[in-house]
């Protein structure tokens, strides 16, 4: 079970630390993800991580602004967000799956709840 947390209203240019908490299994077996979606949109990749957290992916579109990291003793994984866009408005939810990382959407078996990052000019 993933839930994820730390979602809120944030002024352009801002940054926003989002973390997703794991429950059931053996966390550190699994690749985690956070894709988002926009209202009226279809849902995207944002950033994945490995197991050991040795490897990450991200699109050019938060590249540089967002950073996807792992604590595997605390079960949790973080997205801290950085210079914030209006663009980034949308619902962001995370995911695993096992047997590595990947962007797709229908590859990941298991997703949180999702958060909501609403982003101000």
């Known amino acids: 079970q993933l839930q994820a947390f730390g979602g809120g209203l944030v002024q352009t240019g801002g940054s926003l630390r989002l973390s997703c908490a794991a429950s059931?299994?053996?966390?550190?077996?699994?690749?985690l993800g956070w894709f988002r979606q926009a209202p009226g949109k279809e849902r995207k990749f944002v950033a994945a991580i490995s197991w050991s957290g040795s490897r990450t992916y991200s699109p050019d579109s938060v590249n540089g602004r967002f950073t996807i990291s792992r604590d595997n003793a605390k079960n949790t994984v973080t997205l801290q967000m950085n210079s914030l866009k209006v663009a980034d408005t949308a619902v962001y939810y995370c995911a695993a799956r096992m047997i590595g990382t990947s962007t797709r959407e229908h590859e990941y078996a298991y997703w949180g709840q999702g958060t909501l990052v609403t982003v101000s000019s």
């Open positions: 059931g299994g053996t966390f550190s077996r699994y690749a």
